[in-house]
Nanobody, 117 residues
């Protein structure tokens, strides 16, 4: 069993930066493929970035602005978000253990990111 806890969300002005963290439990956490998703009000959940042995895959809307990284010693995955835009406003979720498509075994509770114009 893996538990994921996100942190680092908040309110930021357009053009600003935030770094989200996803702390995972379990001694096998570092072996899991990881992803960040987001869901804005009234919209479907969308993939922001996925990271597995096959590499990383960023949504076109965040390419060049967002970066995923991992600190295995801390069992933590990060999402560095730069040049934020109001349309990045959403609840951000981390996920671990890709099953198929955008289905993952484990999900965090989400952290709110709000970008003001």
């Amino acid at each position: 069993q893996v538990q994921l806890v996100e942190s680092g969300g908040g309110l930021v002005q357009a053009g600003g930066s935030l770094r989200l963290s996803c702390a995972g439990s379990g001694r096998t956490f570092n072996s899991y493929s990881m992803a960040w998703f987001r869901q804005a009000p009234g919209k479907e959940r969308e993939l922001v970035v996925s990271w597995s042995g096959g590499g990383t895959n960023y949504a076109d809307s965040v390419k060049g602005r967002f970066t995923i990284s991992r600190d295995n010693a801390k069992n933590t995955v990060y999402l560095q978000m730069n040049s934020l835009k109001p349309e990045d406003t959403a609840v951000y979720y981390c996920a671990a253990g890709r099953l198929r498509g955008n289905n993952y075994q484990y999900w965090g509770q989400g952290t709110q990111v709000t970008v003001s114009s």
